[in-house]
């Protein structure tokens, strides 16, 4: 397996613009997160789905990030306009849900993720 | 709301010398408990992780971790430390809730190796 993809895995932009990001989780999955990592806050969780539906997105900072998930295979993170301050490295990670492990809670994968840079 | 605590933001060692990073949070119930690394430049791994059993977890390239219930701790230890252990080290839980499947981490301990 490829394990989750991210794309693309360098963003510079400019303040106003529109960013999206991409992510693509490891097949067969149900759970998919996004986070976001900085020197400030270190590992935010943003939003997470499971089954393609968004279940908790009370970390999503303002109204200009939005996320999808339109199918099991695909997800975007979207940050429209962008700002300085949304400068951060963005993971995407997927997981099985519990009740298809053995265990409780089942190991998050993450991707490479992307460097934003917003000028 | 749960927490969790990394109290050492960056530490220092020579190669051989002994680690522990300490790990707690704050939550009444039932925890899952992981360590992650992430390597310089790259993404983040499991590095070991507890949901029940012996509270003396090991892990992968000669990590361990105790899990105390009584004091909400979960460290991470390593008898000598090599270079290459140079990453960022962070804790994290996750409530062990039927159908609930995230993590809170802490904000990551940056280990550095000096040769």
């Known amino acids: 397996d490829a394990g989750v993809i991210q794309s693309p895995r360098h963003e510079v932009t400019e303040m106003g613009q529109e960013v999206t990001l991409r992510c693509k989780p490891i097949?067969?999955?149900?759970?998919l997160f996004w986070y976001r990592q900085t020197m400030m806050r270190g590992l935010e969780l943003l939003i997470y789905?499971?089954?393609?539906?968004?279940?908790?997105d009370s970390g999503m900072p303002e109204d200009r990030f939005s996320a999808k998930m339109p199918n099991a295979s695909f997800s975007t993170l979207k940050i429209q306009p962008s700002e300085p301050r949304d400068s951060a490295v963005y993971f995407c990670?997927?997981?099985?849900?519990?009740?298809?492990?053995?265990?409780?809670?089942?190991?998050?994968?993450f991707g490479p993720g992307t460097r934003l840079t917003v000028l | 709301a749960q927490s969790v605590s990394q109290h050492n933001h960056h530490v220092i060692l020579s190669e051989a010398a002994s680690l522990e990073l300490g790990c707690n949070y704050s939550?009444?119930?039932?925890?899952?408990l992981f360590w992650y690394v992430q390597y310089p430049g790259q993404h983040l791994q499991l590095l070991l992780k507890?949901?029940?059993?012996?509270?003396l977890v090991k892990g992968i390239k000669g990590f361990e971790a105790e899990f105390i219930k009584s004091k909400f701790s979960f460290n991470l230890r390593k008898p000598s430390v090599q270079w290459s252990d140079t990453a960022e080290y962070f804790c994290?839980?996750?409530?062990?809730?039927?159908?609930?499947?995230?993590?809170?981490f802490g904000t990551g301990t940056r280990l550095t190796v000096i040769p």
């Open positions: 994290a839980v996750s409530p062990d809730q039927t159908g609930a499947n995230n993590l809170f």
């Open positions: 507890y949901f029940s059993g012996d509270p």
């Open positions: 789905f499971n089954n393609n539906v968004p279940i908790d």
């Open positions: 990670a997927s997981s099985l849900s519990p009740g298809r492990a053995k265990s409780s809670y089942n190991e998050q994968f």
């Open positions: 097949s067969g999955h149900d759970y």
């Open positions: 939550y009444g119930g039932t925890v899952n």
